[in-house]
C-alpha cells in the first residue's frame, strides 16, 4: 500500500521502522531528492504532504514523503477530509505516504474511516511494565537483533534494569556488544550488573518505601532517581507495576489460592518463586490501600503528561500514597 500510518507511544520503535521503510522503498542515490520530511509546526502541513506525494520521484526508486505528529485521524476538518478524498485514490504506486502519531486513531472520524481504505495502519504501543514475559521476549528478540548472546538470569536483570523503555534497552545492548565483541560466551548478570545502570530498581525501593509509609525515605529515593535524570514517566511506569503486582497477589492470597505458579500466572510474575517475597510484602498491608493507591498513580501520569511541574507532582504524589498506605 502506498498509505503507511503508525501509532503509539513507542517513539523509538516508530524511528526504526521508519527508517527501515525509508531503506526498502528509496533508490539512495536518489534519497535526497525523494524523501520529504514535512514539518508539524506548519499549518498547512498536511496539505503540503499530499501535494508532495503526488509529485513524481525523481530518478529511480520512489518517493517517500512523511509527515510526523499527524493529527488527522484525531481531528480533521471537512477542508482537509475533501484534499483526503481526492488524493488518496490517486497516489502513484511508486509515492508514498507516511503519518505517524502518539495517539490512538479515533475510529468514529471520517479522515480515520476514509484513510483505512487505502492506508496500512500498525501499532507500536510500550509493553505494560508487569508484563515481565512478554518483556523477556522484547529483550530476547532485540538481543538477537543487535547480536548480544545473554545469559536467561542476564535477560531477567536487563528486564529488570530497562523495564519497557525500548530506546535504553537498545542503548544498553549496544553497549553490550562492543564490551563483547570478538567473544561467543553469553553475558551473564555479573557484567550486566557491571555495565548496566539499574534504575529501574531504585525506582522499586520507591516502591518499598512507599508501600511502608515512609515518607520520608521515599522523598529521599524520589531526589536520587531526579538527580540521576530518571525520566519521570518511567519512576510511574514501575509504581504502577509494581502497585498492581503487589494488588493482584493480595487479591489472590484473600481468595484462598495457595500455589504459587496461579498466583505468578494472575499476577503476571515470570518467576513463581518470587510470589514468596511478594506474599510477604502485602502482609501488613490492605487491599483496599492498594486499589486506593491506583488513581492516585494514574493522576500523576496524567499530571505529567500535561506538562505540570515534574518535581512538584511527584513528591506532591509520593506523599499522598504513603498516607494511603499508612491508613490515613
Not at 73 to 83: A, H, K, R
Not at 163 to 178: I, P, S, W
Not at 254 to 275: D, M, P, T, Y
Amino acid at each position: 500500500m502506498p498509505i503507511h500510518v503508525y501509532w503509539g507511544e513507542d517513539d523509538f520503535a516508530i524511528e526504526k521502522e521508519v527508517s527501515l521503510l525509508r531503506d526498502r522503498l528509496l533508490d539512495p542515490l536518489w534519497a535526497s531528492f525523494n524523501y520529504t520530511v514535512v514539518s508539524d509546526e506548519d499549518t498547512d502541513a498536511p496539505i503540503q504532504a499530499l501535494n508532495l506525494v503526488m509529485t513524481p520521484p525523481f530518478g529511480a526508486g520512489g518517493r517517500l514523503v512523511w509527515l510526523p505528529n499527524s493529527t488527522i485521524c484525531q481531528q480533521c476538518p471537512e477542508s482537509l477530509l475533501s484534499e483526503l478524498e481526492r488524493t488518496l485514490p490517486v497516489i502513484a504506486p511508486n509515492s508514498y505516504l507516511l503519518l505517524t502519531s502518539g495517539n490512538k486513531p479515533d475510529e468514529r472520524l471520517k479522515s480515520t474511516k476514509l484513510l483505512k481504505k487505502f492506508a496500512e495502519f500498525r501499532e507500536f504501543s510500550l509493553t505494560p511494565p508487569w508484563k515481565t514475559e512478554a518483556l523477556i521476549q522484547s529483550v530476547n528478540q532485540a538481543a538477537q537483533t543487535v547480536g548480544v548472546k545473554l545469559t536467561p538470569g542476564g535477560v531477567e536483570m536487563l528486564v529488570e534494569a530497562v523495564g519497557n523503555d525500548t530506546r535504553l534497552l537498545y542503548n544498553e545492548l549496544e553497549k553490550l556488544r562492543l564490551y563483547a565483541e570478538g567473544s561467543t560466551k553469553p553475558l551473564d548478570t555479573d557484567v550486566i550488573a557491571q555495565l548496566v545502570r539499574n534504575t529501574t530498581q531504585s525506582s522499586l525501593k520507591l516502591a518499598e518505601a512507599i508501600r511502608t509509609g515512609d515518607t520520608v525515605r521515599a522523598l529521599m529515593i524520589l531526589t536520587d532517581l531526579i538527580d540521576a535524570c530518571e525520566p519521570p514517566l518511567r519512576i510511574v511506569a514501575t509504581l504502577i507495576g509494581q502497585f498492581r503486582t503487589w494488588l493482584w497477589v493480595k487479591l489472590m492470597v484473600e481468595s484462598g489460592e495457595r500455589n504459587l505458579q496461579a498466583i505468578a500466572k494472575a499476577a503476571e510474575v515470570a518467576n513463581f518463586n518470587r510470589v514468596y517475597f511478594l506474599q510477604k510484602d502485602v502482609k501488613f498491608i490492605s487491599v483496599k490501600q492498594l486499589i486506593s493507591c491506583l488513581p492516585i498513580l494514574l493522576d500523576l501520569e496524567v499530571s505529567l503528561k500535561q506538562g505540570n511541574s515534574e518535581t512538584s507532582v511527584l513528591q506532591t504524589k509520593v506523599i499522598e500514597l504513603c498516607l494511603v498506605c499508612r491508613g490515613k
